[in-house]
């Protein structure tokens, strides 16, 4: 590693106070690059190379970086924030995003380091006895955080934001810098917190100001009302799939503490609720062919009610439960036939993994024998799988002849590809902590087998070869995460680099459960659980596994989310969740301000495997406030950094001494490689953690059902702990194949519910108001007389509704 020129930093940094960010950009990535020469592409998306030039074993985690301690770091730090500064200024935020990003690894390497004479795990904080270092490490997470509240993230803006300020508290009053105090403080804090995310203040205003980073949705509920009592009803919990366009869904739960527990199964045609497909939908019929004209609908309610009628009558006759407002109808299929004693008598917190050539279910319980329901007999059936611990199981903590401990696997990732079946993490009857197990079933030889990780989690030390122990992750199987040769970095090539195109297991987010570890007396037992903020995924032909960045606009940490890989899109959608590292907080006009310890998710995420969009960053400096981004209860706007004009070209030189400047650092925003974008949806599901969010193999159709939220985050006249629910929505977006053509974006704003909360159709302002009682059954809402009286005229005109 060559020396760090101190002196090119502190020219960089006196060039960005005068506003002569071009110039800075060359000579903060100049410094840079100095600290690897054999390297010449930053920010390090695809990791650094190893000292003989073949690729990076890991994307985050380098033998560079962990080696860098003090004033190195600190100067290294410093040159990325300088360049993420630089292109903040210019409003090129995804190359921002990405260099504050790099400070982080840069912060994570330090866990790395050879000096730790004990490696640490994730939940420990780390930081040198260093003001400068503190003071680089918070800049980068405000600064990002700045720039998600303006492109609308307010999960991850304010994550990035309590970071700041929790990852540094506790520490001698000596690192509380008047430069690190100006960063961050309580007050503004608190204005995160009072952000829900969505907002519903001003989720319908939001447009996409950068398209390579955001992407237009839209949810669309299926019924006009909830399937409760007509089908599997409200619950969280439960296991579901989707397959030949059927919606499946067994066991659950309506409330964790106090049941019921159910283990019927029931499915749902989905092609029901095409446009169009009426009739054919509350008859049970085949969709009409691709491309085909929609069926004509007769507008007189009385063909209607005689339809439904007929639909709930055959219906009945066939054993179904119908929601007569839409003709949905739900079907019940043979209960789980075996004992459930290995977890309680309850169905519930298990997973399908679904096989298309073989048209089978596979239920993932942690019992060795694997049950299946054939999808096309629609029968249970049993496979007698084996398993020989090897020595190295014995190692890992495998005790007797089977790998999980009381033959059960709760919350644990689930994925298959071609015959091989496999499951990470979750927690089983020795650990309620969650575990890093990575396990195989092959379903040719029907012989299970542990490819990584531990039983229980280690006492002492962490392995940062591998995941921590978690439950509730996202697990997917999906092709290389694969940058462009221009990304990559002067490397040769190695036996070790994956084929392209090779399927790899990702794992990503999810947390340990050190609250529940108490109940047991195990290590690492703590009041608070932990949610992770990584992205890891195993090599599925060669073995091994490996950190990836998370680049883009993606969503902040959480845990308990509903998550799908599109096959048919090459991306995955991620919805919801839950994270206990986040605060939130209320304060309800007339009513005592309410804190949480505990943030719910109702934000969607799309991960774009193809990378493709528009080139180019968009035009404009970074504005001075967030537009229309204002919590009602404060009355406060977040305000973003004003930036200082350049100064005149005949603006004397920084030094007399200045060498010739360097090259320029490239920006991605020229760039096509996978990235995540936040939708943008102007309603959204009700906050909740645990939905099922499954993709459509067959039309690539996107459906979210079910999960839960606690009352108290949620407002509701009811007095339960935790709320249920049991709706079906429809995600659509607005790229090739979305099914978006249909959206209408301004009829939306004024109509879309807001999670719990109707939108006034007149004024716009999101609460608990009525629903319109006519014909439209309750799909504009009214904030008041005065409102209705404003807005009947055009709701009528545009709805065509009429009083009832």
Sequence with gaps: MATLNLHEVDMGEKRLEHGRVEEAKRVFYDTVKHTCPNFGVFPSLNGIPEDNGSPAEDRIRNKLYSALDGWPAIRLMTACNGLGKSFMMDGDFETALAWFEEVDTIYRNQYFSPEQPKPLFSWFDHNLDSPDFILQRVTALVLSSRIFLYLGNTATAGQRYHQALDTTKNLRS????PEYRALVNNNRLREHMLIRNPDPAFCHTLMVSNPRLQVLGSWKKLGERDFAGKGPGARLQFSSFIWNSHLYVFGGTKDNLYGPWHKDFWCIDLRQFEEGAGERGAKGGEPSAEGSEPSTVKKKLTGAQRRAAAAAAAAAAAGKTTDTSTGASWRELPSYPRSLAFNGGRATSFGFVVHPGRKRAYLITGKRDVDFFDLTTEKWGVINASYIPTSNDRKAGVKGDWIFPGSNILNAGRAIHGDKIYIFGGTHGTTLLGCNLLVELDLKTEVWKRLSGYVVPLEDVADHSLPDPRDSPCCWIAPEI?????LRGTVS?????????????YIMYGQINRDGAILKGEKHGANKSFTYNDFWSWDLQRGGWRRETIVGNPPAQRTEMGYTYNERL????????????VPSRVEPPGSAAKEFDFTYYGDTFMFDYDGVGPSGAPSGAFPDLLVNCREPATGHQLALPSTKAEQPLNTPAVSANEPSLPEAPPSLSTQEYPRWRHVLTRGFPTYRCQPALHSDPDTGKVYLYGGFTTSDFIPTRKAFATRSFGDLWQLRIDIEGGDFS????????????????????????????KKCSGQCKGLAGFCGVECQKEGWKEHKRIHKCRKV
């Excluded at 000596?174 to 810098?177: E, G, K």
């Excluded at 694969?482 to 221009?486: D, K």
């Excluded at 090539?493 to 297991?505: D, E, F, I, M, V």
């Design 742 to 769: 249909q959206v209408d974006l301004e009829d939306e704003a004024r109509t879309a519910r807001a999670g719990p909360w109707l939108r006034c159709f007149t004024c716009g302002n999101a609460g608990r108001w």
């Design 493 to 505: 090539a190695s036996k070790g680099q994956a084929t392209k195109g090779s399927p790899r297991l």
């Design 482 to 486: 694969e940058y462009p040769e221009s």
């Design 174 to 177: 000596a690192l509380y810098t």
């Design 570 to 581: 090459h991306k995955v959608i991620l919805f919801g969740g839950y994270t206990n590292a």
